[in-house]
């Protein structure tokens, strides 16, 4: 049997990235293709766990960035070998909502940790587990920030990655559109500003021109 396909979606908070998890996940099922949709931090028990611990830490925890990194590449471990590798083996299509890239742009260009050693960190996290094909939704930091206060959440729970200052956010959009131009034959930087179904259309035909045997192109294409 032949590996599975795997393909993360990435980018800022309110890019609309989970929309179109969910979005490609219901299409692909459509076609009657085995589907694993995950998300990052989390996506396994322990990883729920550190998740928690990542977004709603109070202050006083005071968690510096090399604990934050390690525990983002803790749970990416956890939810490698518990899901996505035997997933993958099956022959199943795996989507996550965020995988190692997070991590380059997030610790590595926003918090400003060392390249070298994020890049060390996520190779030993994830093993073979690399990503095929990664979309990530570029939208402005205005926009994404706007988006992201909508969120209906009580009134009472603050996000620590949302409690950043606006030029975290941009180093976050730049690093994104540098990782596309580094490696532009994994990476595809989307216009996050296009309505949710024009972005679902573009996300398949890519992933048509790349892997046919998973998404048929459109019969009018043809
Ligand atoms: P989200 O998936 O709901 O956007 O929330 C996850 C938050 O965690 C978001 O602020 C991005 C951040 N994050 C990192 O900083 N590094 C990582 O490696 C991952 C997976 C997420």
């Given at each position: 049997m032949s590996r599975g396909v795997f393909i993360t979606f990435e980018g800022s908070e309110g890019c609309g990235k989970s929309t179109q998890v969910q979005r490609l996940a219901t299409r692909l099922e459509q076609e009657g293709v085995p589907v694993l949709v995950t998300r990052e931090p989390g996506?396994?028990?322990?990883?729920?766990?550190?998740?928690?611990?990542?977004?709603?830490?109070?202050?006083?925890?005071a968690m510096t960035p090399e604990t934050e990194v390690l525990l983002f590449e803790a749970s990416r471990s956890q939810l490698v070998r518990e899901t996505i590798q035997p997933a993958l083996e099956k022959g199943t299509v795996v989507i996550s909502d965020r995988f190692f890239d997070s991590t380059t742009v997030y610790q590595g260009v926003a918090r400003k940790l060392s390249p070298e050693i994020v890049e060390a960190l996520n190779a030993f996290a994830v093993g073979a587990a690399r990503p095929d094909l990664t979309f990530v939704l570029d939208v402005d930091v205005a926009t994404a920030r706007a988006r992201m206060l909508r969120r209906v959440r009580p009134a009472v729970v603050v996000d620590r990655m949302e409690q950043e200052p606006v030029e975290f956010y941009e180093r976050v959009c730049a690093?994104?559109?540098?990782?596309?131009?580094?490696?532009?034959?994994?990476v595809v930087l989307m216009e996050g500003s296009q309505s949710a179904s024009e972005i679902e259309q573009q996300v398949w035909d890519t992933l048509s021109r790349r892997f046919p045997a998973v998404a048929p192109a459109n019969k009018s294409e043809m």
């Open positions: 996506g396994t028990a322990i990883g729920e766990k550190i998740r928690d611990l990542l977004q709603f830490a109070p202050e006083s925890f690093g994104y559109r540098e990782l596309a131009k580094r490696e532009p034959d994994r």
